[in-house]
């Protein structure tokens, strides 16, 4: 289980870096201003427009990385489990 | 040392005082004098000579040369961990310096004062407690005077909470190693830890009225209560939570060793 909970902290930091990274290039106005989550520019270059792409697949691997080790993982296992206990008490 | 070198330790060859001869055969050996020695000396001469002998019948009967040791050398087990680790952390650093500058502002204006004068964010919770004016107690004793100014409330209210803080290490915590085991005190560390939020929200209470549809007086009744609730909760779920945790240690406890 801990490390499930390490998978998941390891893919939340290293894909929340990049993703901040390019936020902080792309979309954020200024210091001042909205920062990380601003619209992104009008008309990006070909690759300021594969680094959105990227910010975006981050996001989602973040995302479902976390749900997936933190989550969905343990309560398979503790599911099994419990239906394992129950089947050897049967 | 050769054979006919006078022995003067019960016969054993010893590195330490081997050069020493007593004064004729009757004198004690080294090990008798120390064998003599009454109450704590003499526990701590056993307790130490007995370690001594087992770890000797230890390395004696070990199969390794240079490996039976109790721990791993700095060099290269340590080091390596070290410098892995290190050079993470400076890689990040070095990535986040240059990827995110940080934002550098114009130069400061000496002649006009900012509109919102606060202190860094770590400090915000001692700013806080500066602000408590209206719990400064006005006394009737007094004629509705207060007995000390708001400002000196305030900074009497920083001196109370460092003093409580600074004394927790010299407090007999118990054996108590996880939350469930002492619900009351973890209470008390929750509640203590929303404390320094809400009173650190408190320092900025004019941006938290504006950001939210609140009064100040509701935030300061908010900055007392919600510890209190927290703290109440977090009794209330490590209380039920004990129970469980203490049947999982018996369990444990009894598989290990079983009751005869």
């Known amino acids: 289980m801990a490390d499930e909970f390490a998978k998941g902290l390891a893919i939340l930091t290293g894909g929340g870096l990049v993703w901040m990274a390019i936020s902080a290039w792309l979309t954020t106005e200024s210091f001042e201003g909205t920062q990380l989550i601003a619209p992104p520019p009008e008309d990006p270059g070909t690759y300021a427009e594969l680094v959105l792409l990227l910010r975006d697949v981050t996001a989602g691997f973040v995302i479902i990385g976390v749900i997936t080790f933190w989550f969905l993982i343990p309560a398979f296992y503790e599911l099994r489990d419990y239906f394992d206990e129950r089947s050897a008490e049967a | ?260």
């Open chain 2, 1 to 260: 040392m050769s054979n006919d070198e006078p022995k003067t330790d019960g016969g054993e060859p010893k590195t330490d005082g081997g050069g020493i001869v007593p004064q004729d055969d009757q004198a004690p050996t080294w090990s008798e004098r120390k064998e003599r020695t009454q109450g704590l000396a003499r526990l701590t001469y056993e307790y130490f000579e007995r370690s001594r002998r087992e770890d000797e019948d230890l390395r004696r009967a070990s199969d390794y040369v240079e490996r039976d040791v109790l721990a791993f050398p700095t060099w290269p087990h340590e080091m390596i961990r070290n410098l892995a680790i290190t050079s993470f952390f400076l890689g990040a650093m070095f990535f986040i310096a240059a990827a995110i500058p940080p934002h550098i502002p114009g130069p400061a204006d000496p002649n006009s004062t900012p509109a919102v004068i606060l202190p860094d964010w770590y400090l915000y919770w001692s700013f806080g407690l500066l602000k408590l004016t209206p719990i400064n107690p006005e006394l009737s004793l007094l004629g509705g005077q207060k007995l000390m100014s708001d400002r000196t409330y305030g900074v009497l209210a920083n001196l109370v909470v460092v003093g409580v803080i600074a004394i927790v290490p010299f407090l007999n915590k118990g054996s108590a190693r996880r939350p469930v085991e002492e619900p009351f005190w973890a209470a008390v560390g929750v509640g203590g830890v929303v404390f320094a939020f809400t009173i650190a929200v408190l320092a900025v209470q004019n941006l938290i009225t504006d950001l939210l549809p609140m009064t100040s007086g509701e935030l300061f009744i908010l900055t007392f209560m919600l510890p209190f609730a927290f703290a109440f909760v977090a009794y209330s779920v490590l209380k039920t939570m004990r129970e469980g945790y203490m049947f999982e240690l018996n369990r444990r406890y009894y598989r290990l060793r079983p009751p005869k």
